[in-house]
């Protein structure tokens, strides 16, 4: 299971095995974290998931830049690179789209009216505020 941004409190204590008494709770990670932790998750080592997400021109990351993006002092170039990282990482590109502060490419540059973006963005911010 990728928690997606998401921590046990038996995780973050060390209460292994008291499952009655944990509550899952929702801290905030950055993108470089996530990152950082699904490709642990999944038992990658850096320079393995770098070779996976192509730039593009079509050479792979180098391990060093996917270091960077993991300690929070680079983003993601592009995104198509947010995109295959959410490929490889199992993970919605959506929670990366949000954790990069960007919005994905089929919802950039659009003629839409501004009432409807404020409605959009309200709905968003509601249902943020609703699962916390």
């Given at each position: 299971?990728?928690?997606?941004?998401?921590?046990?409190?038996?995780?973050?204590?060390?209460?292994?095995?008291?499952?009655?008494?944990?509550?899952?709770?929702?801290v905030?990670?950055?993108?470089?974290?996530?990152?950082?932790?699904?490709?642990?998750?999944?038992?990658?080592?850096?320079?393995?998931?770098?070779?996976?997400?192509?730039?593009?021109?079509?050479?792979?990351?180098?391990?060093?830049?996917?270091?960077?993006?993991?300690?929070?002092?680079?983003?993601?170039?592009?995104?198509?690179?947010?995109?295959?990282?959410?490929?490889?990482?199992?993970?919605?590109?959506?929670?990366?789209?949000?954790?990069?502060?960007?919005?994905?490419?089929?919802?950039?540059?659009?003629?839409?009216?501004?009432?409807?973006?404020?409605?959009?963005?309200q709905?968003?911010?509601?249902?943020?505020?609703?699962?916390?």
């Amino acid at each position: 299971m990728v928690k997606l941004g998401c921590t046990f409190m038996d995780e973050i204590w060390g209460l292994t095995g008291v499952m009655e008494a944990v509550t899952l709770i929702c801290v905030f990670m950055s993108l470089g974290e996530t990152i950082s932790d699904n490709r642990k998750k999944l038992g990658y080592t850096q320079k393995y998931l770098a070779q996976c997400i192509q730039k593009e021109v079509g050479a792979p990351i180098t391990a060093q830049y996917l270091n960077d993006i993991e300690h929070d002092r680079r983003s993601p170039s592009s995104p198509a690179i947010i995109e295959q990282f959410a490929k490889a990482l199992q993970i919605e590109p959506e929670v990366l789209y949000f954790q990069a502060g960007a919005l994905p490419p089929d919802l950039q540059n659009r003629s839409v009216p501004s009432e409807r973006v404020v409605a959009a963005f309200q709905a968003f911010r509601k249902q943020l505020e609703d699962a916390g």
